[in-house]
């Protein structure tokens, strides 16, 4: 087995080009879960854990994230808390400490699981993701990275090596609505991020990619209950939902009228 830890980026990109199927490894909270599992078998892998520069966090303008910063630190900065509440809130209900401790942004992005609760709030964001590879950098806005069910746009030479979380113009709200214990994934979740007069919704967990509607968002009035029913009466009957063990897809469909409605609520006057 080949276990190598390289501690710069260009490094780890050398390293990534050379060896396309050497399996990536960052907090290893899902990695784990696969090879425990027994869906994984790869005798190569690239630990990211020694690279300080994907561990830097800057808060100057927009907010600029490695892509080894946890969960935990996004949740507890409190920077962050302060200026992207919406995501401090997203990245604070993901699991327990524990988990949150190891697993970090660049994981959660990658592994694309649609039960995730960060994705919706970053793509309401309009967060853009830094790729890099031996070829180059491109930025990636986070809709665009999350392909389908456990599919990125990453090419097999490709990391992601930061996020870039545009300072908010308004409130931003995640709302988290689970089935089962206090701990698990979500079965919908519902982020928003006011823009000015404006909101940007994203419904995420119910079906491969997080899901948005901007000319659906287009009748928001702040504040107004009926504009904020309504529009999640539309959201509901718009929106591509799976039924999984968390919840069918009628049920989904139910909630998700529900959540917009709140979140809404929330996010404005
Ligand atoms: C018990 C448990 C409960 C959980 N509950 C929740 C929950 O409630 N909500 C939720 O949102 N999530 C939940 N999760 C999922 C967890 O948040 C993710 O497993 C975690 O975010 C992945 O991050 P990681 O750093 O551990 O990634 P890793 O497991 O190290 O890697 C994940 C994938 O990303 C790739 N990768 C990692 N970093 C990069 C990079 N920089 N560039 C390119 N590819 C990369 C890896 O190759 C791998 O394919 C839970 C996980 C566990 C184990």
């Excluded at 390289?6 to 990695?31: M, Q, W, Y």
């Excluded at 959660?108 to 853009?128: C, G, T």
């Excluded at 790729?131 to 490709?158: F, K, Q």
């Excluded at 939902?241 to 469909?253: E, P, T």
């Amino acid at each position: 087995m080949s276990w190598q830890m390289p501690s710069t980026v260009d490094e780890a990109l050398r390293l990534k080009a050379d060896n396309p199927g050497a399996t990536v490894i960052a907090g290893g909270t899902f990695l784990g879960i696969l090879s425990g599992q027994g869906l994984l078998d790869n005798d190569e892998w690239i630990s990211l854990q020694n690279i300080s520069e994907l561990k830097t966090l800057g808060t100057e303008g927009d907010l600029s994230v490695g892509a080894m910063v946890t969960h935990r630190r996004l949740e507890l900065t409190p920077v962050v808390r302060e200026d992207w509440p919406g995501l401090a809130q997203a990245f604070g209900v993901v699991a327990s400490p524990r988990i949150r401790n190891v697993a970090t942004i660049g994981g959660v992005l990658a592994d694309a699981d649609y039960a995730s609760d960060p994705p919706s709030m970053l793509v309401a964001s309009r967060a853009v993701a830094e790729v890099a590879s031996v070829r180059g950098m491109r930025r990636v806005p986070i809709e665009d990275l999350i392909a389908g069910h456990y599919e990125t746009t990453l090419a097999d030479d490709e990391l992601i090596t930061r996020v870039v979380v545009p300072r908010p113009r308004g409130k931003g709200v995640y709302r988290k609505f689970r089935t089962r214990s206090r701990e698990d994934r979500p079965t919908v979740a519902v982020a928003a991020a006011r823009e000015d007069d404006r909101v940007r919704v994203v419904v995420g967990a119910v079906s491969d990619r997080p899901q948005h509607y901007a000319d659906i968002c287009a009748a928001w009035k702040p504040g107004d209950e009926d504009s904020a029913r309504e529009i999640g009466a539309a959201y509901a009957e718009a929106i591509r939902c799976i039924g999984d063990g968390r919840g069918s897809a009628a049920y989904r469909r139910r909630v998700v009228g529900v959540e917009v409605r709140r979140v809404l609520m929330q996010v404005g006057p």
